[in-house]
């Protein structure tokens, strides 16, 4: 079993940061990649950030010199950096890892911009 525990999320204003975390704990043997997904109202679910093992990393475009994502291999953890955020970042993000080719995903977090 694999749980995947969200934190970091809340309102900020357009500009502002915030830093999300995703712990992952239970029947883990070694996590490949780990990412951050996220879902507007009324939009499908979009991959923001994504890192591999190796820490080889990808971003949206849309998020590219704004948003940085890192892990903490020892703890199981991956966050997410989000600074100069936009109103049209809004949404749930969702962390996602990869384990023995298993996709696992977390409850979500919600993310608000005010304008």
């Known amino acids: 079993q694999v749980q995947l525990v969200e934190s970091g999320g809340g309102l900020v204003q357009a500009g502002g940061s915030l830093r999300l975390s995703c712990a992952v704990s239970?029947?883990?043997?070694?996590?490949?990649?780990m990412g951050w997904y996220r879902q507007a109202p009324g939009k499908e679910r979009e991959l923001v950030a994504g890192i591999t093992s190796g820490g080889t990393t990808n971003y949206a475009d849309s998020v590219k010199g704004r948003f940085t994502i890192s892990r903490d291999n020892a703890k199981n953890t991956v966050y997410l950096l989000l600074n100069s955020l936009k109103p049209e970042d809004a949404g749930v993000y969702y962390c996602?890892?990869?384990?023995?080719?298993?996709?696992?995903w977390g409850q979500g977090t919600q993310v608000t911009v005010s304008s």
């Open positions: 996602q890892v990869l384990i023995m080719n298993r996709e696992y």
């Open positions: 239970g029947s883990i043997f070694s996590i490949n990649v």
